[in-house]
């Protein structure tokens, strides 16, 4: 079945030691996205590909980056984690417009010590 | 600003009770999108319903859209113990080319 995954899908981190978390997609679709989300609160998006051109939330801390290589991966790297950064990350896809319906993974929860 | 505000933020009913949650926005839309989310996991969509649209159903769900009152509203009948998650409304506000969620709605059926 074609779908969106995410590993691994927990992770826990030291506070200030680097960490990437990956999501693949077997939906050959062109937007790849990295959404924060944290307890009870609605996904907050973080940046997005469309195809290879990469879009920055404008609010998204320089601690956050992306990479993607091919159609298929997307790599979501912090530099730096602090407590803040905390949180379910969730990658979704889709199609060929950011307004179309999303594809989500199961998510990474990361944790920081 | 949030685009996409839920109510009520949590609901809670009796297995097989309907189940309404209503989401209100901002500013005029494309389109306005219904996602869950099961505890600890992904979104799934649900539904979505273009602005000259009014109404749109799935199985158990049905979706209204009020583009006068910038409101929608998500209706789940016959609810099951299944049916608890976090319901989000997501919307594409007029020229910001992404899709904005709102806070959500935790509907917990009750057996």
Known sequence: DAMVIQNPRYQVTQFGKPVTLSCSQTLNHNVMYWYQQKSSQAPKLLFHYYDKDFNNEADTPDNFQSRRPNTSFCFLDIRSPGLGDAAMYLCATSGDSLMDEQFFGPGTRLTVL | ?111
């Open chain 2, 1 to 111: 600003s949030q685009q996409g505000e839920e109510d009520p933020q949590a609901l809670s009913i009796q297995e097989g009770e309907n189940a309404t949650m209503n989401c209100s926005y901002k500013t005029s839309i494309n389109n306005l999108q219904w996602y869950r989310q099961n505890s600890g996991r992904g979104l799934v969509h649900l539904i979505l319903i273009r602005s000259n649209e009014r109404e749109k159903h799935s199985g158990r769900l049905r979706v209204t859209l009020d583009t006068s009152k910038k409101s929608s509203s998500l209706l789940i009948t016959a609810s099951r113990a299944a049916d608890t998650a976090s319901y989000f409304c997501a919307t594409d506000a007029s020229g910001a080319q992404k899709l904005v969620f709102g806070q959500g709605t935790r509907l917990t059926i009750n057996p």
